[in-house]
C-alpha cells in the first residue's frame, strides 16, 4: 500500500508560482496513476491534474490547463505540479491521488490512496 506526503504549499500573490511535490513510498511508484486534486472551504473536492504510470499521458481540468504542469519522476518515486499565473481562486488544501486501475478519472471517488494534503493561499 502507496503512503504519499505532499510539500510545496505556501502563500504566493496572484500571478506568483509555486511547485507542489508527492513523495511516495511504500509501493512500486511506477505501477501508479497519480493525480493532484484540491479543496477550498465550503467546496467539494476538485479533479485538477493525473498522469499515468509512465508520464505520457496527462490530463487536467478546465481551470488549469495551461497554467499548470504535472511531472512525475519515477526514479524518485515522486510527482510533480508546477503551478504558473496563480490565482486567488486556486487557493485550496491540494491533495496527491494515487490509483493502480483508474483512467485518470475526474472523480475523487476512484481514486484509492490519498496524501493529507498542502496548503495553497493566492493573495489577490
Known amino acids: 500500500q502507496v503512503q504519499l506526503v505532499e510539500s510545496g504549499g505556501g502563500l504566493v500573490q496572484a500571478g506568483g508560482s509555486l511547485r507542489l511535490s508527492c513523495a511516495a513510498s511504500?509501493?512500486?511508484?511506477?505501477?501508479?496513476?497519480m493525480g493532484w486534486f484540491r479543496q477550498a472551504p465550503g467546496k467539494e473536492r476538485e479533479f485538477v491534474a493525473a498522469i499515468n504510470q509512465n508520464g505520457g499521458s496527462t490530463r487536467y481540468s478546465d481551470s488549469v490547463q495551461g497554467r499548470f504542469t504535472i511531472s512525475r519522476d519515477n526514479a524518485k518515486n515522486t510527482q510533480y505540479l508546477q503551478m504558473n499565473s496563480l490565482k486567488p481562486e486556486d487557493t485550496a488544501v491540494y491533495y496527491c491521488?494515487?490509483?493502480?486501475?483508474?483512467?485518470?478519472?475526474?472523480?475523487?471517488?476512484?481514486?484509492?490512496?490519498w496524501g493529507q494534503g498542502t496548503e495553497v493561499t493566492v493573495s489577490s
Open positions: 511504500g509501493g512500486t511508484f511506477s505501477r501508479y496513476n
Open positions: 491521488a494515487a490509483d493502480l486501475w483508474g483512467l485518470l478519472s475526474r472523480s475523487p471517488n476512484v481514486w484509492a490512496y
